[in-house]
């Protein structure tokens, strides 16, 4: 039995590949071996080799070993689209190494806060040389061992090659060297050179903006001796082509083309996305750095309130700590979000901080008071016109419409304003004209709009018989395939801000969960040993809360199961909205959301209970994917 035992390049918490947020990695199409969630931002060297692959953008690593392993690093989840920034080589492609030596020094935090996510996938990319690999890390290991094909699996296999040849195109390319063969046929299937608008690549992947998906034969693609799996994400074409193999395709198929200094497929999928997923992907440019801080702020509440509940008793010095706990994000949520907008359009984030800080300052009403009637708006005369002036402390539009405006007043002013005093002129113009803005004009017609929009939506979340729930654990998996959720963290932080409690989490989480029980059902009734263990890596991430792999990797591939996830997510949305249940926090759903629900962790159960058997029981029952296959 050949066998290879890695120590981990980097500390963190080693993982199972199946738990990463990636469909390429999850599945295993990369290869074989283990992940680091959070590392600490040091990426040693696990063996004596040479650095075969480092690419600028620096956030991936090859390495052949000296015993033979070919060996990835994958530092994060899409962080080639970072450009290298937060990454610092410390060796060179071409150079020699050994095992322990330094090789990349990266900063966690600025990755998450750009909002990519850390974990770091480490793959054995030939693993199929190894009957047994396994990572450790102190004293926790994961092994993975080579899978025997089945019966079934070689007829499948052997089907799969005659129709890969049958795809073949009429020139002979037997001849040609295997990236050339790769590209053309790519070129091909893709629909030739007028449907890609723009191509680049990743240590990994090539990545690809389509003009028409219509044009595309998958099942071709996927064919293709060489190509290791495809899909679209974030609007990109991504098919698989491993380490060293992508880039001499990739040269292949921008050669004589105009796309070979075209690498901004970022801004092109942005181009490409229809307004509603421009407004989804701003806002969650916007709130995804800022949420963690409202996650951990709502476990403390729920961990507050399941003490509470169980008759804990505390002093006044301990309850008025932990008010400081739960409190502090959302009495000071506009400077939050204000830095965080300001950032997102380009401005300085400093002056960000402190607009959001000036909406919440001292010397104005309190929000919470005057709601409480504790206090009143200071009245001022404008024009004629009576203007309440008030504090937005847990306000969220106000602060998004001035970050906006600072951001693009302060580029607008550094256009004229000479170098030599922008320094002193272009903030004080910025904060000045910003805070007139806010306080007196931006700030009360934001607030009403605030105030109507977030009411009706309360309002259609409230309604009897859990009406509101059912509608939107029925359509919140659908608005997800379009792109367009990320717009809901806008909603559940106003939620989270005015009530103190998320009743959208308790519904979708329902949704979420739901999805993983139709690809359950699907891999119950799969008897291909290799597909079965595909869909079984995709299904792990919906029980943590991530839904792509399984709905882009099965259910929605195969349709039925999604429509039948559907209806399950439909009826755990309504039995939350009849229950009136509601999280402490936002942000984390299904086996991690748990801790939102301490104090009503029964209803909790019930709901995501009855999501997961409503659509595994339809699609165990109404759907047979051994049949869809023949078809």
């Not at 690809?208 to 071709?220: F, G, P, Q, R």
């Not at 559907?566 to 909205?577: E, Q, T, Y």
Request: overall charge negative; charged content about 15%; glycine content about 10%.
């Amino acid at each position: 039995m050949k066998e290879i035992r890695l120590d981990s390049p980097l500390n963190g918490h080693l993982i199972e590949l199946k738990d990463v947020k990636d469909p390429a990695f999850a599945s295993g199409a990369m290869g074989k071996g283990a992940a680091v969630k959070d590392p600490d931002g040091k990426v040693y060297s696990p063996v004596d080799g040479e650095i075969t692959v480092f690419f600028g953008t620096k956030h991936a690593i090859g390495i052949h070993a000296d015993n033979g392993a070919d060996i990835l690093i994958h530092v994060g989840i899409d962080t080639v689209n970072l450009g290298g920034k937060f990454f610092e080589a410390k060796v060179a492609q071409g150079e020699r190494v050994k095992r322990g030596q330094l090789l990349l020094v990266f900063d966690p935090e600025g990755i998450k806060g750009a909002g990519y996510d850390t974990t770091t996938p480490i793959l054995v990319t030939n693993a199929f040389e190894y009957d047994k690999i396994t990572v450790t890390l102190g004293d926790k290991e994961i092994t993975t061992l080579k899978e025997e094909p089945a019966a079934e699996d070689s007829a499948e296999a052997e089907a799969d090659a005659e129709a890969a040849a049958s795809a073949e195109p009429e020139e002979d390319l037997s001849g040609l060297p295997k990236e050339e063969r790769v590209a053309k046929l790519i070129w091909k299937y893709v629909g030739g050179r007028e449907n890609v608008r723009s191509a680049e690549h990743c240590a990994t992947r090539l990545r690809l903006i389509i003009n028409d998906k219509t044009k595309i034969n998958e099942k071709a693609i996927e064919n293709i001796d060489g190509v290791k799996g495809q899909f679209f994400a974030a609007a990109q074409y991504q098919i698989i082509l491993g380490t060293g193999f992508v880039d001499k395709v990739f040269d292949v198929f921008v050669a004589g083309t105009d796309l070979a200094g075209a690498s901004n497929n970022k801004a092109e999928a942005y181009a490409q996305m229809s307004v509603a997923q421009k407004i989804s992907r701003t806002l969650g440019d916007v709130f995804v750095p800022i949420i963690p801080v409202l996650v951990a702020t709502g476990l403390f509440m729920g961990l507050r309130g399941a003490c509470l509940s169980m008759g804990v008793q505390f002093s006044d010095n301990v309850l008025r700590m932990s008010q400081i706990l739960t409190d502090t994000a959302f009495a000071f949520l506009p400077a939050l979000v204000c830095w965080s907008t300001t950032k997102r359009f380009g401005g300085t984030p400093v002056i960000g901080i402190v607009l959001g800080l000036m909406l919440v300052a001292p010397q104005l009403p309190n929000a919470y008071a005057i709601a409480a009637g504790e206090a009143q708006p200071i009245m001022m005369d404008i024009l004629g016109l009576s203007v309440p002036v008030v504090g937005y402390q847990g306000s969220v539009l106000p602060a998004l419409v001035l970050g906006i405006f600072a951001a693009k007043l302060q580029k607008w002013l550094k256009t004229f304003i000479p170098d030599v005093i922008d320094l002193i002129v272009t903030p004080f113009l910025t904060l000045f004209i910003s805070m007139i803005l806010g306080l007196l004009i931006v700030g009360p017609i934001m607030h009403w709009i605030e105030l109507a929009v977030f009411g009706a939506i309360q309002t259609f979340l409230a309604l009897p018989y859990g009406v509101g729930g059912f509608i939107v654990g029925g359509l919140h998996q659908v608005i997800v395939v379009f792109g367009v959720h990320h717009v809901f963290n806008a909603l559940e932080v106003q939620l989270l801000a005015t009530t103190g409690v998320d009743p959208f989490n308790a519904i979708i989480t329902g949704a979420i969960i739901a999805q993983g029980g139709a690809a359950a059902a699907v891999a119950a009734r799969t008897t291909n040993k290799k597909k079965r263990a595909l869909y079984i890596s995709s299904i792990v991430p919906a029980f943590l809360g991530i839904t792509e792999p399984v709905i882009f990797g099965i259910n929605l591939r195969l349709m039925k199961p999604f429509l039948y996830a559907l209806a399950g997510g439909a009826c755990a949305g309504a039995i939350a909205g009849f229950l009136h249940l509601a999280g402490t926090g936002m942000g984390i759903t299904v086996l991690p959301g748990t801790l939102l629900y301490l104090d009503h962790l029964p209803q909790y159960i019930l709901v995501n209970v009855v999501g997961f058997a409503v659509a595994f029981a339809l699609t165990f029952t109404l759907f047979n994917p051994e049949k869809e296959d023949e078809q």
